[in-house]
């Protein structure tokens, strides 16, 4: 028979130290960055004051219903770089507008949020009847879309949407 020469490694105070620092250095560390990380990202914040937001509930609720009441159907289309909005009646006719305003908000930050504001379009195609346009390309990605078309009524009619752009188009 061969004896067994090899002799135990003692687990020594100082690796019991070592083991101790090191595990509770890496829970430190990830902590200090996910803090790090949720103090610079998105805040959650929706409105300034959710008391004054939830005052104004019914009325905004009210306005919607009287908007849904007249039947109008917004068309938005992006494409080539180009944003275009008109709005039609239940008949399919054509809204007189005098003015639309976009704004494309990303839902998780407001660092690229953008308004753009339309002009009438002037291409002379019959089917741009009341249809307004801008050049503008929103990165790809979801985004609301946020919609003011003034059409001589007391209030502008507001469209919003949950939309998604890929490869510079509205999909």
Do not use: C
């Not at 105070?13 to 560390?29: H, P, R, S, Y």
């Not at 985004?143 to 890929?166: H, K, N, Q």
Request: cysteine-free; hydrophobic content about 45%; overall charge positive.
């Amino acid at each position: 028979m061969k004896a067994n020469t090899q002799s135990k490694r003692e687990f020594t105070g100082k690796q019991m130290l070592l083991t101790v620092l090191g595990f509770f250095g890496i829970v430190i560390g990830v902590n200090l960055t996910m803090a790090t990380l949720a103090s610079t990202s998105w805040t959650g914040l929706v409105v300034e004051n959710t008391y004054v937001a939830s005052q104004q509930f019914n009325e905004k609720a009210r306005e919607g219903r009287a908007q849904a009441a007249l039947g109008w159907e917004g068309r938005l289309t992006i494409v080539s770089g180009e944003v275009r909005y008109s709005l039609v009646d239940t008949n399919g006719t054509p809204v007189p507008l005098h003015g639309v305003r976009v704004l494309f908000r990303h839902p998780a930050y407001d660092a690229q949020d953008r308004a753009v504001t339309l002009a009438a379009a002037s291409d002379g195609r019959s089917d741009s009847l009341g249809e307004f346009a801008a050049r503008h390309t929103p990165k790809d990605g979801v985004w609301i879309v946020e919609i003011d078309a003034d059409a001589g009524l007391a209030l502008p009619f507001r469209d919003i949407r949950r939309i998604m752009i890929s490869k510079g188009a509205l999909r």
